[in-house]
């Protein structure tokens, strides 16, 4: 392994067992094309300023000079991940109620009685923005390992002005894709007040900063959080404003949020543990990408989302971690595909296509990232064995050997 400090321009992965990337170059990948994915057996990497040069079999590699090398051997590699719904930017942890859950408590009711999310927000609140930072940047060194190389972050931790937006600027100063939660909950102050006085505050208030600075806004749509009809005004104000719309829906009851997120033209809905068959034809007949959350529903012993059934009926279908303290601490991308393996019945070309490209397409970065292609972002894993599936087949094995983002190492296991 060379040395990445220094950066130079050049940079060669050679000698790799394979080069997996999902293949052609449309985004949203549906149906048959999620399955797809271009193996390139003996192959090399080429990264020149930042950007991917070529892809290729050892034997077409012509003689370069002035490059740095890194040795692909026993080694596999797939695009950087993209993890396109966390909620990594949390001060503190949850580790007591996720004992009071493990003795039997449940979510929901951890919530209603004011811990949950709310706890989280005193957490997060108390950090301060210097404090938050150095949070997120634990968090995001934790990805980076897993091999994630693009994430999306999001506010709903503050539910007050100073820390949403310190939240948000937070999240782009460490190099993610910002996303306004402020209707994550309904904070204390408003307790009495209740949801659609909060919801005059943030539309008032905080959404003009918030959209300097949020690419998408996003709402949590759910029995003791936000109804349709709130959602659905939340929603359009973020939209008049400029802001994508994300939806995070049907985790524990169908509330209206696939009609609510092709009413509005969302990018995505995410959760669907609780999605029937209505809803799963009506998502897949639209432009709307379902995001799974696998990890999620485990932590929280729940049913697991119907992926398989919407990959069949030809929805765009993305996978993420869900990363947070309360319902999903795993900020790992690997472990997420090793439970769409066996948990959602996708296989592992479906899941790597579900955690690049149409991770991408929700983040409106397709041109860019979630493929390994002359031209895009020199984001790059290298997986710890000959043929790349080890990624979902390690279950939470050490299967990350080396991270590349930009056309650096930005980590080794090897260092
Ligand atoms: O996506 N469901 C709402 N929000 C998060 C959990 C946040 C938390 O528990 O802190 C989720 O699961
Ligand atoms: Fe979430």
Same mark, same amino acid.
């Given at each position: 392994?060379?040395?990445?400090?220094?950066?130079?321009?050049?940079?060669?992965?050679?000698?790799?067992?394979?080069?997996?990337?999902?293949?052609?170059?449309?985004?949203?990948?549906?149906?048959?094309?999620?399955?797809?994915?271009?193996?390139?057996?003996?192959?090399?990497?080429?990264?020149?300023?930042?950007?991917?040069?070529?892809?290729?079999?050892?034997?077409?590699?012509?003689?370069?000079? &002035?490059?740095?090398?890194?040795?692909?051997?026993?080694?596999?590699?797939?695009?950087?991940?993209?993890?396109?719904?966390?909620?990594?930017?949390?001060?503190? &942890?949850?580790?007591?109620?996720?004992?009071?859950?493990?003795?039997?408590?449940? @979510?929901?009711?951890?919530?209603?009685?004011?811990?949950?999310?709310?706890?989280?927000?005193?957490?997060?609140?108390?950090?301060?923005?210097?404090?938050?930072?150095?949070?997120?940047?634990?968090?995001?060194?934790?990805?980076?390992?897993?091999?994630?190389?693009?994430?999306?972050?999001?506010?709903?931790?503050?539910?007050?002005?100073?820390?949403?937006?310190?939240?948000?600027?937070?999240?782009?100063?460490?190099?993610?894709?910002?996303?306004?939660?402020?209707?994550?909950?309904?904070?204390?102050?408003?307790?009495?007040?209740?949801?659609?006085? @909060?919801?005059?505050?943030?539309?008032?208030?905080?959404?003009?900063?918030?959209?300097?600075?949020?690419?998408?806004? &996003?709402?949590?749509?759910?029995?003791?959080?936000?109804?349709? &009809?709130?959602?659905?005004? @939340?929603?359009?104000?973020?939209?008049?404003?400029?802001?994508?719309?994300?939806?995070?829906?049907?985790?524990?009851?169908?509330?209206?949020?696939?009609?609510?997120?092709?009413?509005?033209?969302?990018?995505?809905?995410?959760?669907?543990?609780?999605?029937?068959?209505?809803?799963?034809?009506?998502?897949?007949?639209?432009?709307?990408?379902?995001?799974?959350?696998?990890?999620?529903?485990?932590?929280?012993?729940?049913?697991?989302?119907?992926?398989?059934?919407?990959?069949?009926?030809?929805?765009?279908?993305?996978?993420?971690?869900?990363?947070?303290?309360?319902?999903?601490?795993?900020?790992?991308?690997?472990?997420?595909?090793?439970?769409?393996?066996?948990?959602?019945?996708?296989?592992?070309?479906?899941?790597?296509?579900?955690?690049?490209?149409?991770?991408?397409?929700?983040?409106?970065?397709?041109?860019?990232?979630?493929?390994?292609?002359?031209?895009?972002?020199?984001?790059?894993?290298?997986?710890?064995?000959?043929?790349?599936?080890?990624?979902?087949?390690?279950?939470?094995?050490?299967?990350?050997?080396?991270?590349?983002?930009?056309?650096?190492?930005?980590?080794?296991?090897?260092?």
């Amino acid at each position: 392994m060379s040395d990445g400090e220094g950066g130079a321009a050049r940079l060669l992965i050679r000698d790799l067992a394979q080069v997996a990337s999902p293949a052609g170059g449309g985004a949203p990948l549906r149906g048959a094309a999620l399955r797809e994915v271009g193996v390139t057996h003996d192959g090399f990497v080429l990264c020149e300023d930042g950007r991917i040069a070529g892809v290729g079999r050892m034997r077409d590699l012509k003689p370069l000079d &002035d490059v740095e090398e890194i040795d692909g051997q026993g080694l596999s590699a797939v695009p950087g991940l993209v993890d396109c719904h966390t909620h990594a930017c949390f001060a503190g &942890d949850r580790v007591e109620e996720f004992s009071l859950r493990a003795a039997g408590a449940s @979510y929901e009711e951890l919530h209603a009685r004011g811990g949950g999310i709310l706890s989280t927000v005193r957490a997060t609140r108390a950090a301060g923005e210097a404090g938050l930072a150095e949070a997120l940047s634990e968090h995001v060194d934790w990805m980076l390992r897993a091999g994630t190389t693009t994430f999306e972050a999001k506010s709903g931790y503050g539910l007050d002005r100073e820390t949403e937006l310190a939240q948000l600027r937070v999240i782009r100063d460490a190099g993610g894709v910002p996303t306004w939660l402020g209707a994550h909950a309904v904070p204390p102050e408003f307790a009495e007040t209740g949801a659609d006085a @909060y919801l005059d505050f943030l539309l008032g208030e905080v959404l003009p900063e918030a959209v300097q600075l949020a690419e998408a806004a &996003d709402v949590f749509l759910e029995r003791g959080a936000f109804d349709a &009809d709130q959602a659905r005004r @939340y929603l359009a104000a973020c939209r008049d404003a400029g802001l994508a719309l994300r939806l995070h829906g049907d985790q524990f009851t169908e509330s209206g949020a696939i009609p609510l997120a092709i009413e509005l033209g969302a990018r995505s809905v995410d959760h669907l543990e609780a999605t029937g068959e209505s809803g799963i034809a009506a998502l897949a007949a639209s432009d709307v990408t379902g995001v799974v959350l696998p990890a999620s529903a485990l932590f929280l012993n729940r049913p697991m989302p119907p992926a398989r059934a919407l990959v069949d009926a030809g929805a765009a279908v993305a996978l993420a971690t869900d990363f947070n303290p309360g319902s999903a601490f795993c900020e790992s991308l690997p472990l997420v595909c090793s439970l769409a393996a066996t948990q959602l019945g996708l296989a592992p070309e479906e899941a790597l296509s579900a955690c690049t490209v149409n991770a991408a397409h929700v983040l409106q970065r397709v041109d860019r990232k979630g493929r390994l292609a002359a031209g895009f972002d020199a984001d790059v894993v290298l997986v710890a064995a000959e043929d790349w599936r080890h990624l979902a087949y390690h279950l939470g094995g050490p299967v990350i050997d080396t991270v590349i983002a930009g056309g650096k190492i930005a980590w080794s296991s090897r260092a």
